[in-house]
């Protein structure tokens, strides 16, 4: 069993940054597949930026050279540091470890709403 806890969300202007974490516990390999995902309202659950087993992150196009991905193995915790946000960053972000098929861990996501 793994669980997630996020949190950093809040209310930010365009422009602005964020930085969200991602608590982890639990029976956990940091080879393990990990990502962040994001659901805006009215919208399904999108990808936003992935770890495979160990290897370098992979980015939405959307947020590509704006936000880093980036892990604390000694504190269990995943970061999605987020720049230049934008109002269509408004969304509630999940944080997601994959072992395999039926032990796939989400988070109960916090909440980021960029808006002026």
């Known amino acids: 069993q793994v669980q997630l806890v996020e949190s950093g969300g809040g209310l930010v202007q365009p422009g602005g940054s964020l930085r969200l974490a991602c608590a982890a516990s639990?029976?956990?390999?940091?080879?393990?597949?990990m990502g962040w995902y994001r659901q805006a309202p009215g919208e399904q659950r999108e990808l936003v930026a992935r770890?495979?087993?160990?290897?370098?992150?992979t980015y939405a196009d959307s947020v590509q050279g704006r936000f880093l991905f980036s892990r604390d193995i000694a504190k269990s915790t995943l970061y999605l540091h987020m720049n230049n946000l934008k109002p269509e960053d408004t969304a509630v972000y999940y944080c997601?470890?994959?072992?395999?098929?039926?032990?796939?861990?989400w988070g109960k996501g916090t909440l980021v709403t960029v808006s002026s």
């Open positions: 997601n470890v994959y072992v395999r098929e039926g032990m796939d861990y």
């Open positions: 639990g029976s956990i390999s940091w080879l393990y597949t």
């Open positions: 770890i495979s087993r160990g290897g370098t992150p």
